[in-house]
């Protein structure tokens, strides 16, 4: 019975003959991070400490990028995520944040549009209890405070699929903020510059 391992030279390469040598490979060539695409995964949030939205939505978005990043590795597409804690109102304005978490895929929003409820644990990162609406994810029916990993993963599986159709952007600063958001930087604790946001 001929063995599953060619012995002829030790490396498996099935070679019957140790004077024939190894056959040269003909793996394709990985692509270089050169040759790679980028694929910015951005999480912009007004809190990661407190927030029962935006911590697990931060959570769950780490996870859709490691499940994910194999699957880029070979399509070739570089995954960088990175997460933004906006501090202030101009710095929200600067980034064009319209609700709390959210998440950008090249610069754009992977929700279609923007619906938010009552958020009590970011009105207790303000001084007088001020009711801050933070957003809410409806996915397949249902609705969700954090963002929903399968969710998630499909957002990302989509634009790594479209990655040459979507055109990376940037956001337009504001020049106001949404009512809600300024509610919240006008009255959160800590703050020593009240009505900066009006």
Known sequence: MKELFGSGCGCGCNSDAA????????EEPSLSVAQAKVMNIDLIVIDLSTCKRCVPTGDQLREAVRLLTPVSEVLG???????LVVQTPEE????????SPTIRINGHDIAADIRESVCESCGDLTENN????CREWHYRGKVY????????????M????KIDEMQPIVPTPLLDLPENLKRYFSNKK?????GCCS
């Not at 597409?77 to 997460?83: A, D, G, M, T």
């Not at 929200?92 to 609700?99: G, N, Y």
């Open 19 to 26: 004077s024939e040598g190894c056959a040269p490979t003909t």
């Open 77 to 83: 597409i570089e995954l960088r995520h990175n997460e």
């Open 92 to 99: 929200a304005r600067k980034v064009a944040l319209l609700s």
């Open 130 to 133: 001020t009711i801050v609406d």
């Open 145 to 156: 405070s954090a963002a929903p990993v399968p969710l998630l993963v499909e957002s990302i």
């Open 158 to 161: 989509h634009a790594m699929l």
């Open 190 to 194: 800590g703050n020593t510059a009240k």
